[in-house]
């Protein structure tokens, strides 16, 4: 079965930068829409950021949009997610992953491959 595997969090003071990066175990159908939600301490999953085949289109919550630019390789089977001007706010647990189609909606996920365990992102004031 193919997995998920986020890489990529750390600490980070607020105004740096981190890149996120979402690899597939095995090869996946470069067909599938791309994303990142985020979960902080006693809240829901929340979307992040899509992207849709060949890189296009792209979708931004708003809170994220200006700072942080999702893309992905297909040859390498890999996501990515450059967070700048980080915030506090930002501090969460992020996880990517795949759909059949482009899709912001948290429903259209985790139905062809299973969630990873996700990357932590800590933002200090």
């Known amino acids: 079965q193919v997995h998920l595997i986020e890489t990529g969090g750390g600490l980070v003071q607020a105004g740096g930068s981190l890149r996120l990066s979402c690899a597939t175990s095995g090869r996946t159908d470069t067909k599938y829409g791309m994303a990142w939600f985020r979960q902080a301490p006693g809240k829901e999953r929340e979307f992040v950021a899509a992207?849709?085949?060949?890189?296009?289109?792209?979708r931004y919550t708003e809170s994220v949009e200006g700072r942080f630019t999702i893309s992905r390789d297909d040859a390498e089977n890999t996501a990515y997610l450059q967070m700048n001007s980080l915030k506090p706010e930002d501090t969460a647990v992020y996880y990517c992953?795949?759909?059949?189609?482009?899709?912001?909606?948290?429903?259209?996920?985790?139905?062809?491959?299973?969630w990873g365990k996700g990357t932590q992102v800590t933002v200090s004031s």
């Open positions: 992953n795949v759909a059949s189609f482009f899709s912001t909606d948290y429903s259209d996920y985790g139905k062809l491959i299973p």
């Open positions: 992207i849709g085949r060949s890189g296009s289109p792209t």
